[in-house]
């Protein structure tokens, strides 16, 4: 099986280390991504969502066989797209701390940006739940390995066309919200989980620590997500 890992912000393909090592000791094929805009020497400028989405949808072509996409944190944005460009090519996507962005919204419009990019922010900039497990030298990781995003992919607005995208099944591995809450919001319609709400198939499997469990948890994601693209 083809396993595409879309990294979330300020990540690269690099991030994805120990979830990689683990799918291929399973015996699938994984594509860890570095995304257009992030790599050493790549212009960030004109690079937005959909030149993201756009990249995925393009390796998804070259492959034979079973895709299944994977995407942290704004990653699963990326992810989402991709299933409405290629319904009929991908056979799950596995959310990490993240979900489905719906049609016309944007993944992040409040980070301050400089010269068309996005740097990490100061880690006062987020929340307690998203901190969780992220000790100072968790986190000087995070800051040693962190690229500028592109400003357009933060800001960019969701575009979906295919209605069979809500045939693709979904599994969520939340880190930040217990399944039961995640689950409350599905029933109430909340926005942050509309499109998830509407998708035929949902499994939820809480892996709990921070919003980056490839830094703080990194063996037990890479458990999870074995489990959840063969599961």
Known sequence: MHIILIPGFWLTGDSWAPVTRALEDAGHTAHPLTLPGKAPGDDAAGVGLRTHIDAVAALIDTLK?????????????????????????????????????????VINDGFESSAG?????????????????????????LADIAVPEPVGVATEKQQLGDERRYDVPAVVI??????????????????????????????????????????????????????????
Do not use: C, N
Not at 70 to 87: E, L, T
Not at 127 to 133: F, K, T, W
């Open 117 to 141: 990019a996005v740097p990490l922010p100061d880690r006062s900039v987020f929340g307690e739940p998203e901190l969780v497990d992220m000790t100072e030298e968790v986190w000087q990781r």
């Open 65 to 105: 066989g079973d895709v299944v996409l994977v995407g942290h944190s704004g990653g699963g944005a990326v992810a989402y797209g991709a299933v409405d460009a290629r319904p009929d090519r991908v056979s799950r996507v596995v959310y990490v701390d993240s979900g489905p962005l719906a049609d016309g919204g």
């Open 174 to 231: 939340t880190s930040t919200m217990p399944e039961p809450m995640l689950r409350q919001f599905m029933a109430d319609g909340h926005p942050y989980v509309a499109e998830l709400a509407r998708a035929r198939s949902v499994r939820i499997v809480e892996l709990p620590t921070g919003h980056w469990p490839q830094l703080t948890k990194p063996g037990e994601l890479a458990a999870a997500v074995v489990d959840a693209v063969t599961g």
